[in-house]
C-alpha cells in the first residue's frame, strides 16, 4: 500500500539573503559612484538622487533596500565633501533633500527614510569631526525643502528626521545629545517645536520628600484616621 505523503515542508525563503545580497550592492553602487569630483561636478542633489535611483533597478525589496541607499548616500556625500574641505552642513542638506525626492519617485515610505538619513547625516558628521548640531539642523532643512517641493507633510517629515538626529547624536555622547537637542528645540526651517526636551535624557530619580516636622515630645496627636483635624474642645465634646 502506498504511503500517504505527509505536508509538505516549507522550503526556506531566500528573501532574506537576496535584501542582503541587494542591500550590499546598493551600498557598494552608492560608495564608488560619490566621490570628491562627482559632487563638484554634479552637485550634491542630483547625484544623490541619480545614483539611488540607478542602484535599486532591479531590487526586489526596494522599501529595505531604500533605507540603505538613502544612508549610504548621505554618509558617502558627507565623507567624500570632508576629504575636500566643504561645506559639511550645505552638503548634508542637500543629500537628504535628494535622498527624499528619490525616495518618493520610488514611492517609499518617506518619513522612515527622513528618519535614517538624518541619523547617517549626523553619525558621518561626527565621524569626521564636524560639527552634529549643525549637521541636524541641515538635515532638517533639507527635509522640509524636499517635502515643500513634493507637497508632503512639511511637520510630520521634519519631526522624523529631528528624531533620527537626536537618535545619532544620543549614540554619539551626552555632549552631542545635548547639542543637537538645543539646535532642534526651536524654530527650524520655519518648524516648531521639534524636540521638546532640551536635556540629554539620564536616570529618573524621583524626588525626596521633605522631612515631616517632629511634634514636641509628650504631646499627642489630634488627627484621628481617616478625619480631618479637629479642635481640642469638639474632642472634649465628644468625651463627655
Do not use: C, F, W, Y
Request: charge should be positive; charged fraction near 25%.
Amino acid at each position: 500500500m502506498a504511503r500517504e505523503a505527509g505536508p509538505k515542508r516549507r522550503q526556506p525563503k531566500a528573501s532574506a539573503a537576496r535584501r542582503a545580497q541587494d542591500a550590499q550592492r546598493v551600498q557598494r553602487t552608492i560608495e564608488d559612484a560619490i566621490n570628491s569630483g562627482e559632487i563638484i561636478a554634479v552637485g550634491v542633489l542630483n547625484l544623490v538622487k541619480n545614483t539611488i535611483l540607478t542602484a535599486l533597478v532591479g531590487v526586489q525589496d526596494v522599501g529595505a533596500a531604500l533605507g540603505v541607499a538613502g544612508v549610504a548616500a548621505v554618509r558617502g556625500s558627507i565623507k567624500a565633501a570632508a576629504a575636500i574641505g566643504g561645506d559639511l552642513g550645505a552638503v548634508a542638506r542637500e543629500a537628504i533633500r535628494g535622498t527624499v525626492t528619490a525616495a518618493e519617485q520610488i514611492g517609499g515610505e518617506l518619513g522612515g527614510v527622513a528618519r535614517s538619513a538624518a541619523r547617517g547625516a549626523v553619525n558621518a558628521t561626527g565621524e569626521v569631526g564636524g560639527d552634529v548640531g549643525t549637521a541636524a539642523r541641515r538635515a532638517v532643512e533639507g527635509t522640509v525643502a524636499a517635502a515643500r517641493e513634493l507637497g508632503a507633510d512639511v511637520v510630520e517629515l521634519a519631526r522624523s528626521a529631528a528624531e533620527g538626529a537626536v537618535e545619532a547624536a544620543d549614540h554619539i555622547g551626552d555632549t552631542a545629545g545635548r547639542a543637537v537637542r538645543a539646535t532642534l528645540s526651536g524654530t527650524v526651517a520655519g518648524v516648531r517645536t521639534l524636540v521638546r526636551d532640551v536635556s540629554a535624557p539620564g536616570p529618573r530619580t524621583r524626588p525626596r520628600r521633605a522631612p515631616a516636622l517632629a511634634r514636641p515630645r509628650g504631646t499627642r496627636s489630634t488627627t484621628r484616621r481617616g478625619r480631618a483635624p479637629e479642635s481640642r474642645g469638639t474632642l472634649d465634646a465628644e468625651a463627655s
